[in-house]
């Protein structure tokens, strides 16, 4: 698993460490990692041209310091000091030392277009809200460089608990970070500044939850269902699919397409596309009665496709099984009915979706992904999946939020969301909680994206038939 802790739990853990440790002893780990991590990018170090944009705190030490060790390999290096009379002095005097040189932000323009790799470390997890003008015109500075960027343990300017980047900030090909992820550095949109991110391990013990994991290889194989000897259809799970329209018969095949690889025994569906379903999966046990007719599920899907039919949502969700609720039906759920459940409720929303349930607008849930999926999950006291090119599961009450990074832009196409309520879907009704089936199913939905893709667009038919090849590549490594 891949954790993320929030700023005060880092500080907290960087306090009972230091306590223990020689003074400094903590920011030369820091500074170790952060040198090795710029040799490998730069190759060569002897010769090469560094630049560090240092600010007033212990982010700007780390720089001097790394900066230091990079000058006694041979590189050249020229510190900018943006408030020269806080600059960290530990971390000047051992750059100076070592032959560096520091300049005043006057002479940025020069030094940063004939730099080979610029060390950003403005700020870090001591950062307020969006750069200020001086540390925002240094962002612009590297912007239009040719530079390799490499952020010290952020990305100056993105908020380090949420992933919000509420004005300019600094967009790093590697960010090097201590001690643990920052839940920043998982979501969008400050993920895509952070680049690619490389942990350094200085020693901080911390607690056994974090504020946010993402899902690997090994967890996602252990979460998986695997029927066992005795298994039978019934045993491994019915999931029922309550979608589509005559206007919308795709939804409804979308979905029973995903459902039938995401591990479930049978996939029942009701609703007006029936012969369409069956047509193209005929394994699927089609009725033609409503949901409380229809014989058991372990767990319902429903909404895709759905048009305005609140009769069939309400009769669902009025289910005593796990219920999971995605599209027209998202509109169309009542929030007291949702409130009222007690088997679990999973909403999987896409941004625009979300912010119309929030009454806000599409770009402000996109810009504040992790608030908004945890007011969602609390209004409606369900388990929300916000869709996105990082997908968050939260619960409702409160504890570690899920985000899965597997998926491709490429996923961003019609029905894709079908198939995702399909697959999660199934491992609800195969046992797993709406947590683990949100995550599990946008891990091996975004894989199957990848491979359907590879590179190219895709339709969602054949997102649904890579999940299979998914779902062998996670159990199998
Ligand atoms: N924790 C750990 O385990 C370890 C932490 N380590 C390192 O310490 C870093 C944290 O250091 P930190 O606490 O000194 O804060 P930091 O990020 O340098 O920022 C504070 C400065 O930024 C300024 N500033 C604020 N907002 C701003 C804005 N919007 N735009 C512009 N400026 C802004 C603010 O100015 P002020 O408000 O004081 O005027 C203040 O001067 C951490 O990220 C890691 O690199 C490692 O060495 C080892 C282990
Ligand atoms: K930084």
């Given at each position: 698993m891949r954790t993320a802790y929030s700023v005060d739990t880092v500080r907290a853990a960087e306090r009972r460490l230091m306590a223990r440790l020689p003074e400094g002893a903590l920011m030369q780990r820091a500074a170790a990692g952060l040198a090795a991590a710029c040799a490998d990018v730069l190759g060569r170090v002897y010769g090469r041209r560094v630049v560090l944009l240092v600010g007033s705190g212990d982010n700007g030490g780390d720089a001097l310091y790394a900066g230091a060790r990079l000058a006694r390999r041979g590189a050249g290096v020229t510190a900018v000091l943006l408030a020269p009379e806080r600059t960290h002095a530990g971390g000047l005097a051992a750059l100076l030392r070592a032959g560096g040189r520091s300049v005043s932000p006057a002479d940025a323009e020069e030094v940063v277009r004939r730099a080979d790799l610029v060390l950003d470390g403005i700020v870090g997890i001591g950062g307020r809200g969006g750069l200020r003008p001086d540390a925002a015109a240094l962002a612009a500075l590297v912007a239009a460089s040719r530079a390799a960027v490499v952020a010290v343990d952020l990305p100056s300017g993105v908020e380090a608990d949420t992933g919000e980047v509420r004005g300019a900030a600094v967009r790093a090909d590697l960010t090097v970070t201590f001690g643990t992820h920052k839940p920043g550095l998982l979501i969008d949109p400050a993920r895509e500044y952070a680049g690619v991110v490389r942990l350094v391990d200085i020693g901080l013990e911390l607690p056994e939850e974090a504020e946010l994991e993402a899902l690997q290889h090994a967890d996602a194989a252990a979460l998986l269902p695997v029927p066992g000897v005795e298994s039978d259809k019934y045993r491994r799970g019915v999931v029922g699919i309550a979608a589509g329209s005559a206007r919308y018969p795709g939804a409804a095949v979308l979905a029973v397409a995903g459902a039938l690889r995401g591990g479930a025994g049978a996939v029942r569906y009701v609703g007006p596309a029936g012969e369409a379903v069956i047509a193209r999966f005929p394994e699927t046990l089609v009725s033609d009665q409503g949901p409380k007719q229809a014989g058991r599920v372990q767990a319902w899907v429903v909404g895709?496709?759905?048009?305005?039919?609140a009769g069939t949502v309400a009769e669902v969700l009025d289910a005593d099984v796990p219920v999971l609720v995605d599209a027209d039906g998202l509109r169309l759920a009542e929030v007291g009915a949702v409130r009222a459940r007690t088997a679990p409720t999973l909403m999987t929303p896409h941004a625009g979706e979300a912010a119309a349930l929030l009454g806000v607008a599409r770009e402000e849930v996109e810009a504040g992904r992790l608030a908004a999926v945890r007011e969602l999950a609390g209004r409606y006291r369900a388990t929300v999946l916000l869709k996105g090119s990082t997908t968050l599961v939260a619960d409702a009450g409160g504890g570690v939020v899920r985000v899965n990074a597997t998926g491709t832009g490429w996923l961003a196409t019609a029905g894709s969301g079908d198939v995702l309520s399909g697959v999660a879907g199934s491992l609800l009704a195969a046992g797993l909680s709406a947590l683990d089936a949100g995550s599990v199913g946008a891990y091996l939905h975004g894989l199957a994206g990848r491979f359907a893709a590879e590179g190219a667009p895709v339709g969602a038919h054949e997102v649904a038939g890579a999940v299979g090849r998914a779902w062998r590549d996670v159990v199998r490594r």
């Open positions: 895709p496709g759905a048009g305005d039919d």
